[in-house]
C-alpha cells in the first residue's frame, strides 16, 4: 500500500477516538434513556411548588428523543382551537388521582402547558400532578410564546 492510502486509514480508523479526546461526540446533547428531563428537572427552578422550564428546556426535551407526555392544561374548547403538536388534552380541572391514573404512570415525564405566562392552568395542573406523585414541569410560555417562536398550534 502506498503511504497516503495508509495514512487515510489510519486517520479514518483513529477519527473516533480524536473526536471522543477532543470533548466532541454526535450524540453529546442525545442523552440515552430520561436523562435530559431528569437534568432539566432537576436543575429547574421551583415556584409555587412547581419545578418551571422554559422554552429552550422544553426544545431540549422535544428534540432529545426522549419519551414525555405533554399535556395541554386549557379547556377542551382552547385545546381544540390550536395546540401544540403530540399534546393531549388534559384540563387542569379534569385532573383528579382516578383521571391520571387512566392517562399517566407514575414513571412518565410529563410536561404541562396553557395558554402563557399569565395563565395559571399549567401551574395548578403540575401541582395537582406532582402532590398525586407525577414528575410533572410547568412550561409557563405555553402556546402563545410557542407560537411566537414561530412554531404552528395544530387543530
Known sequence: MNKRLLVFLAFILL???IIY???YSLNA???TGQAVFEDI?????????????TYDQFMQIRNSGEKYILLDARSQESYDAGHIDTALSFSEKTINEENAKKELT???SIIVYCAGFECRASTLAAKKLSSLGYKAVDYKGGIKEWQEKGNKAIK
Do not use: F, H, M, W
Request: no cysteine.
Open 15 to 17: 477519527q473516533p477516538a
Open 21 to 23: 479526546k477532543n470533548g
Open 29 to 31: 446533547d442525545n442523552k
Open 41 to 53: 428537572y432537576r436543575k429547574s427552578t421551583e415556584k409555587e411548588g412547581v419545578k418551571e422550564i
Open 106 to 108: 407514575k414513571n412518565s
